[in-house]
């Protein structure tokens, strides 16, 4: 089927550009840009709405194996959907960890019942215990696209040394989580006087630095292809402006919460503000929008982190960290838009373009050849975000209750059409 969407406001990342056209679909892809509707195509009048490419969210976790009951990929895959989210990269801290290929086969067989693209990323260590690196070859080749143990931090530097060099041999991605374990043992939130004034035990900011740190200076080592999953505070932007400065093969990523909300918002104990990292100071929250702007910070993620309500409704030192965030994604980015912090171009730079490139994805255009994952959205629509009306299985969510601005209308993936909103 050939798709001609017509009057459309094209957001381009790759070319910084926020102008009004026409795009045409045809086989999956995207033919061309502007020009009349080829004979016999489907035209679909977007109506000065905004038409971007679809959002590449690294760092999805799904509850399958072990957690179904949390998130499915037929769940997620709705959420995905609903929140203009074309791919998903896939988290392997899993119950058990996807750290061999055969796992890795089960879970890329379950996802099939997604609605949107999704890829898998692989443990590092086996286990995700961070002493014996997992086989990395045979994972690439059955289909992982990066390799992480995600929050779990090693302290066996050399064992981190050893998958880095082995990862650097065959090209691989390795994403890390920048924090000094034993710092952060045990924390719930940013060391502070609102830490101490609620009694919270709390993990200072130069926990991130030290940990980022450790991991530069591996990467200058070793010479590996290195993310930096969530950057969070100001302490961490001059590492990394000098490791990219350096020539290192390094990118870093920020959780769309963490760029919206501070610790201030935790209030009174309220556990659906708890992550991890945890919430910083609104000194912080700024840094990290500018460097976003200024593209230091590359990628935005949600996070996405189902947990069910017997594992938040608890005292906030046991709660579980963590938000459902592909629906609220979209949403809460556009409160950047709308304080005039960063452009249009600018977040889906940050949310499509960046991730696709760095996974060496074709997705995250707006040009001829490019996949048509894309999502037409209306970035002014405003409405109250009601957790009950969320496709995930879990809702927990931070923005409960809260008016927020930027509707996904519709949300194509390889042009078919996966979701009306």
Not at 165 to 178: C, F, M, N, Q, T
Not at 380 to 400: C, E, G, I, Y
Request: with cysteine; glycine share 10%.
């Amino acid at each position: 089927m050939t798709l001609h969407l017509t009057n459309a406001r094209l957001i381009d990342p790759e070319a910084g550009s926020d102008t009004l056209g026409s795009l045409t679909v045809e086989g999956g892809v995207i033919q061309s840009m502007d020009g009349d509707a080829p004979d016999g195509a489907t035209i679909v009048d977007c109506g000065g709405m905004c038409l971007a490419p679809g959002i590449v969210d690294i760092g999805v976790k799904i509850g399958e194996p072990g957690e179904r009951h949390k998130e499915s990929f037929r769940s997620a895959g709705l959420a995905a959907a609903a929140g203009g989210v074309t791919t998903m990269v896939v988290r392997p801290d899993t119950t058990p960890a996807i750290d061999t290929p055969e796992t890795l086969e089960f879970v890329t067989r379950r996802a099939a019942e997604a609605r949107v693209r999704i890829h898998h990323m692989a443990a590092l260590t086996k286990g995700r215990a961070g002493h014996e690196m997992t086989e990395i070859g045979f994972l690439l080749d059955a289909g992982a696209v990066a390799f992480t143990d995600v929050f779990n931090v090693t302290n066996d530097t050399k064992a981190l040394s050893r998958a880095l060099v082995y990862a650097r041999s065959l090209g691989a991605l390795v994403i890390g989580h920048p924090q000094e374990p034993g710092l952060s043992a045990g924390a719930a939130a940013t060391s502070g006087k609102f830490a101490s004034l609620r009694g919270l035990p709390g993990v200072s900011a130069m926990a991130e630095r030290i940990g980022l740190d450790r991991d530069l200076g591996l990467v200058e080592m070793t010479g590996a292809r290195y993310h930096a999953d969530q950057i969070t505070t100001a302490r961490s932007l001059p590492a990394l402006e000098r490791a990219k400065n350096n020539g290192l093969d390094v990118t870093a990523g920020v959780s769309i919460h963490h760029l919206t909300l501070n610790e201030i918002d935790v209030g009174d104990y309220r556990t659906f503000f708890k992550f991890t990292p945890p919430l910083r100071s609104e000194d912080d929250r700024l840094a990290l929008v500018q460097a976003v702007a200024d593209g230091l910070i590359d990628i935005i993620g949600s996070f996405h982190t189902p947990a069910d309500e017997e594992s938040k409704r608890l005292p906030f030192e046991e709660a579980a960290s963590g938000a459902v965030g592909l629906e609220t994604m979209l949403p809460a980015a556009m409160r950047l838009y709308h304080a005039g912090q960063i452009d249009l171009p600018g977040l889906f730079r940050a949310l499509s373009l960046n991730p696709a490139k760095r996974l060496g994805l074709p997705q995250g255009r707006l040009s001829a050849g490019a996949p048509a994952d894309l999502v037409l959205f209306d970035p002014d629509a405003p409405f109250l975000l009601d957790r009950s009306q969320l496709h995930s299985k879990s809702k927990n969510t931070p923005f409960d209750g809260c008016r927020m601005e930027g509707k996904v209308l519709a949300t194509y993936v390889a042009g078919v059409q996966v979701f009306q909103g």
